[in-house]
């Protein structure tokens, strides 16, 4: 008979692949700087690489859409050229004049490639100077987020946890960083260059790691070549550690000869092949300015080796104290913690030894001390060569911005591990120092300090000096628009009570550039030539010129104007002829003014509380008969505001009741312009 029972068969197991193994959790105490306490618990919370750039994004874009521009440095030799590339028309500086060539193209021609998107993406008809303005900043803010987390994340893994911790804050929230990260500068560049050959040179020399040495020298000589040549100043203590220290190498008396070629070779190759990237740069610069052009050596030349007539030392000159002030606006409390960096460092070796990490396993291997000394170095180096300076600007401080932060966190880990090692002998509980939130507290209390103190200024930007890139604005979003309603070019249909901001926007018809060239709008601006914020913030069709005011020095000349359908072989042509009104000596030259009677609208400022005029410099906005208001913003008056409340913002009257304020003005020609509204309507038949 046969069974009831029933049998299931299962297939037999095929060989198993071994499971991979567990990757070992980070070893969160490899850095230079130690921690102390809580060795074997948790390491303490640090973002990961893509959350601190996500974060670095959002904020360097709103510096992006919000900064100021600070320096008229950075409109009239880089933002007008730029224009001139991208539209076929802007304003040229004797700097990039063929005789004297010391501002490169190749830099210039790098920021068209968000401008190019912007037509690509908006069409030749909705291309305008506007957005094309903003995609650079964005451009800029990406690369200099970009570079900020790359650094933040070397800190974390090859100094310290917490240093790293403390110096993304400070980097997020930093008044200086607000405006160093998106400016259109050379120091800003070499900023970002040097952030990034700061983020791979933090770990220790090793004839192992040729990519260490590789990488940071490449991002060093592009700060150099393609930014700012003296920027190659933040590298010597780089390069004394990859030829005299030994790092993390074993060296003994009988390999020492080969362990210095060694190292020497590999420097000296890292540079060769660094130094390639003259070739492309000097193609370009030769190229746009039609000789053979190196402008490194051209700007090193300049301020270097200048005659008795010429040189840096006639645009200005300041005291030796001049960057620990303006440091001190721009990173507040982080100043005094990265000035004490190398002596918070100093009595740490000495009372606290064990934070400087590990004992180096041969004798001859480099301490952590001493590394710690090379990684602190350049911020004082770069401070000392400038300060030593006569001629002396807020921007030349910018390759080391993100390097003052870096010592500031160090200097802040080593105080707090200070206040540590007091409260262990104190209470001889290293268990009860686990446990307490007093160091903690002491760390948070100096970022958020700092923090908050930064974000007060940045305030002050936009609320004391933002007026500026206001006005041109109104003139593009409000002027314009109303004079071709009013001539009958186009058509703005009246605003109803219940629409929305957005139907606002959508009320707006597109204004094709063609239209405003037939109006044949001049705009003039005296005395405030130097907040002139650029032609990318200036409608197309819209003519601006100086006319005359108390300044008695050099100011911008026109680009040799080509047609935008012409391209970059039309501008080439321009950026070579030699403009015979600019030289090299601050000299005035009067043909570069227009008479105020041949403007229709006019800038200027105007100090109500505390007037001041002379022949070149009238009361404009007093001339009723002459110039009507279209728009007026508050513009501080630093020189009659307290000094507290014109450095910090915070909300309240009580707090404005230091500050004292101008009216900064977009004037409109009454008689011209309704002669031009007149002749066009005439000119339509209407």
């Given amino acids: 008979m046969s069974s009831n029972i029933q049998e299931i068969r299962f297939r037999r197991p095929a060989s198993q692949q071994p499971a991979?193994?567990?990757?070992?959790?980070?070893?969160?105490?490899?850095?230079?700087?130690?921690?102390?306490?809580?060795?074997?618990?948790?390491?303490?919370?640090?973002?990961?690489?893509?959350?601190?750039?996500?974060?670095?994004l959002l904020i360097r874009v709103a510096g992006a859409m919000y900064s100021n521009i600070q320096d008229c440095d950075?409109?009239?030799?880089?933002?007008?050229?730029?224009?001139?590339?991208?539209?076929?028309?802007?304003?040229?500086?004797?700097?990039?004049?063929?005789?004297?060539?010391?501002?490169?193209?190749?830099?210039?021609?790098?920021?068209?490639?968000?401008?190019?998107?912007?037509?690509?993406?908006?069409?030749?008809?909705?291309?305008?100077?506007?957005?094309?303005?903003?995609?650079?900043?964005?451009?800029?803010?990406a690369i200099s987020s970009a570079c900020e987390a790359t650094l933040y994340r070397a800190v974390v893994d090859k100094i310290n946890y917490r240093a790293g911790?403390?110096?993304?804050?400070?980097?997020?929230?930093?008044?200086?960083?607000?405006?160093?990260?998106?400016?259109?500068?050379?120091?800003?560049?070499?900023?970002?260059?040097?952030?990034?050959?700061?983020?791979?040179?933090?770990?220790?020399?090793?004839?192992?790691?040729?990519?260490?040495?590789?990488?940071?020298?490449?991002?060093?000589a592009t700060g150099a070549i393609v930014g700012w040549p003296f920027s190659l100043a933040v590298a010597i203590p780089f390069v004394f550690e990859e030829l005299f220290l030994y790092g993390v190498d074993k060296v003994t008396s009988e390999n020492k000869t080969s362990w210095m070629i060694a190292r020497w070779k590999r420097l000296l190759t890292c540079a060769a092949v660094a130094a390639l990237l003259f070739v492309p740069v000097v193609a370009l610069d030769t190229l746009f300015y039609g000789k053979l052009t190196i402008v490194p050596w051209n700007i090193v030349k300049?301020?270097?080796?200048?005659?008795?007539?010429?040189?840096?030392?006639?645009?200005?000159?300041?005291?030796?104290?001049?960057?620990?002030?303006?440091?001190?606006?721009?990173?507040?409390?982080?100043?005094?913690?990265?000035?004490?960096?190398?002596?918070?460092?100093?009595?740490?070796?000495?009372?606290?030894?064990?934070?400087?990490?590990?004992?180096?396993?041969?004798?001859?291997?480099?301490?952590?001390?001493?590394?710690?000394?090379?990684?602190?170095?350049?911020?004082?180096?770069?401070?000392?060569?400038?300060?030593?300076?006569?001629?002396?600007?807020?921007?030349?401080?910018?390759?080391?911005?993100?390097?003052?932060?870096?010592?500031?966190?160090?200097?802040?880990?080593?105080?707090?591990?200070?206040?540590?090692?007091?409260?262990?002998?104190?209470?001889?509980?290293?268990?009860?120092?686990?446990?307490?939130?007093?160091?903690?507290?002491?760390?948070?209390?100096v970022v958020t300090a700092s923090m908050i103190l930064s974000m007060s200024h940045i305030m002050t930007q936009w609320k004391y000096y933002h007026a500026p890139m206001s006005i041109f604005h109104a003139l593009e979003a409000d002027e314009i628009p109303r004079l071709l309603n009013t001539t009958g070019l186009i058509f703005i249909p009246p605003p109803s009570p219940m629409q929305s901001r957005f139907d606002e926007e959508e009320r707006m018809p597109r204004i094709d550039p063609a239209l405003i060239k037939q109006l044949g709008l001049h705009m003039c601006v005296g005395k405030e030539w130097y907040r002139f914020p650029g032609h990318f913030l200036v409608p197309d069709?819209?003519?601006?010129?100086?006319?005359?005011?108390?300044?008695?020095?050099?100011?911008?000349?026109?680009?040799?104007?080509?047609?935008?359908?012409?391209?970059?072989?039309?501008?080439?042509?321009?950026?070579?002829?030699?403009?015979?009104?600019?030289?090299?000596?601050?000299?005035e030259a009067p043909e570069l003014y227009v008479g105020v009677a041949d403007c229709d609208y006019l800038v200027d400022l105007d100090f109500p509380l505390h007037p001041t005029e002379s022949a070149h410099e009238p009361r404009y906005v007093l001339d009723e008969a002459t110039w009507e208001r279209v728009k007026?913003?508050?513009?501080?008056?630093?020189?009659?505001?307290?000094?507290?409340?014109?450095?910090?913002?915070?909300?309240?009257?009580?707090?404005?009741?230091?500050?004292?304020?101008?009216?900064?003005c977009l004037l409109r020609n009454r008689e011209r312009v309704k002669r031009i509204e007149r002749d066009t309507m005439v000119r339509r038949g209407l």
Avoid at 23 to 42: E, F, T, V, Y
Avoid at 632 to 651: E, G, I, Q, V, Y
Wanted: charge should be positive; hydrophobic fraction near 45%; glycine fraction near 4%.
């Fill in 632 to 664: 007026c913003l508050p513009f501080l008056d630093a020189r009659h505001s307290s000094l507290l409340t014109r450095t910090l913002w915070m909300p309240g009257e009580r707090w404005q009741e230091g500050n004292e304020y101008g009216e900064y």
């Fill in 302 to 445: 300049y301020n270097v080796f200048p005659d008795e007539a010429r040189g840096p030392e006639l645009y200005g000159t300041e005291p030796v104290g001049f960057y620990f002030n303006n440091l001190l606006l721009n990173f507040n409390v982080l100043v005094p913690l990265a000035l004490f960096s190398l002596p918070a460092l100093a009595v740490t070796y000495v009372y606290d030894r064990k934070r400087l990490g590990e004992r180096t396993i041969f004798v001859d291997q480099t301490s952590p001390y001493r590394l710690m000394v090379i990684r602190l170095a350049p911020a004082y180096i770069w401070a000392g060569i400038m300060s030593a300076q006569s001629h002396k600007e807020e921007r030349f401080m910018f390759p080391i911005y993100p390097l003052i932060c870096f010592n500031a966190a160090v200097t802040v880990f080593l105080m707090r591990g200070w206040l540590e090692r007091a409260y262990i002998q104190f209470t001889q509980s290293p268990y009860r120092a686990s446990r307490t939130s007093i160091f903690s507290r002491f760390t948070l209390s």
């Fill in 20 to 56: 991979a193994p567990t990757p070992k959790p980070k070893n969160r105490h490899a850095g230079i700087l130690q921690d102390q306490l809580r060795r074997s618990q948790k390491a303490p919370w640090c973002p990961s690489f893509s959350v601190a750039l996500r974060t670095f």
């Fill in 165 to 220: 911790r403390y110096l993304l804050f400070m980097l997020l929230f930093n008044a200086g960083m607000w405006t160093a990260s998106t400016a259109f500068l050379p120091s800003s560049f070499a900023m970002y260059a040097n952030t990034v050959a700061f983020s791979y040179a933090i770990g220790p020399a090793s004839n192992k790691n040729i990519r260490r040495t590789m990488l940071s020298t490449l991002a060093f």
């Fill in 541 to 587: 069709g819209v003519r601006v010129d100086w006319i005359k005011s108390e300044f008695d020095g050099m100011l911008p000349a026109h680009f040799v104007e080509t047609e935008v359908e012409w391209g970059l072989p039309a501008r080439v042509l321009g950026t070579r002829t030699v403009p015979s009104s600019l030289n090299d000596v601050n000299k």
């Fill in 74 to 141: 950075e409109v009239f030799n880089f933002w007008e050229p730029l224009h001139y590339l991208d539209r076929g028309y802007g304003f040229q500086t004797w700097e990039t004049s063929p005789v004297y060539a010391i501002r490169s193209w190749a830099y210039i021609l790098f920021h068209m490639l968000p401008t190019r998107l912007v037509f690509t993406l908006l069409g030749p008809e909705k291309a305008r100077c506007r957005p094309a303005f903003f995609a650079v900043r964005i451009f800029l803010a």
